[in-house]
């Protein structure tokens, strides 16, 4: 049973470019959270997405960020006009049941650099 | 809203010592998670618990509602437990709050 799978690992951007990070969860899970950990900084919860529902986007930048979880294939976490205080690791996690009460499964992450 | 504090912040032992980690928190909740991040970044789940105590392996990890503190608990520390160990909290349908985590490095 494939873990969570996070691509790409690294992903290199320059100012104003779109990153895209894919999350694929664990097989049989169907919720998918979304987090940030800037450097020096402890992980902030994003988005918590069901199958082509987002049931929590309280920790989702106003502007520029998005994300989706389609009926199939993976969860999107998308950045347009990247900015260099975007630069940080990105984390999904999936669980079988929804929120903090079940135990969340974490992909490896996704580090993005915007120079 | 939820606070979490972590300490110590960094923790150095040798080989073979008794670790003590502390979370604490503000806000009554209904799970505690303790995550374990290794230096290449990824990061496993130890435990989640909502009372009392677990245990796998040489790592325990305790919770007291009441006051609102849990500690992780390392038996006979080895160099591979050097991590980032991460206390989180949930309300049960809100986000984990995460603290800033406790750096440990156990030399040998």
């Known amino acids: 049973n494939a873990g969570v799978m996070q691509n790409p690992r690294h992903l290199v951007r320059r100012r104003g470019q779109e990153a895209r990070l894919r999350c694929s969860p664990m097989?049989?899970?169907?919720?998918v959270y979304w987090y940030r950990q800037l450097p020096e900084e402890g992980l902030k919860f994003m988005v918590y997405?069901?199958?082509?529902?987002?049931?929590?986007e309280s920790g989702m930048p106003k502007e520029r960020f998005s994300a989706e979880f389609p009926k199939e294939g993976p969860s999107i976490l998308r950045i347009q006009q990247v900015v260099r205080g975007d630069s940080a690791a990105y984390f999904c996690?999936?669980?079988?049941?929804?929120?903090?009460?079940?135990?969340?499964?974490f992909g490896p992450g996704t580090r993005l650099t915007v120079l | 809203k939820n606070e979490v504090e972590q300490s110590p912040q960094n923790l150095t032992a040798q080989e073979g010592e008794f670790i003590t980690i502390n979370c604490s928190y503000s806000?009554?909740?209904?799970?505690l998670h303790w995550l374990q991040q290794h230096p290449g970044g990824g990061i496993v789940s130890l435990f989640m618990?909502?009372?009392g105590k677990k245990k796998h392996g040489r790592l325990i990890a305790t919770i007291n509602i009441q006051e609102k503190h849990s500690s992780l608990h390392i038996t006979a520390s080895h160099p591979r437990d050097s991590a980032v160990y991460i206390c989180?909290?949930?309300?049960?349908?809100?986000?984990?709050?995460f603290g800033k985590g406790t750096r440990l490095s156990v030399i040998a």
């Open positions: 996690a999936s669980s079988p049941l929804g929120y903090g009460t079940d135990t969340q499964y």
């Open positions: 618990l909502s009372s």
């Open positions: 806000v009554g909740i209904s799970a």
């Open positions: 097989k049989g899970h169907s919720h």
């Open positions: 997405l069901q199958k082509e529902n987002i049931i929590d």
């Open positions: 989180a909290v949930s309300l049960g349908n809100t986000p984990l709050v």
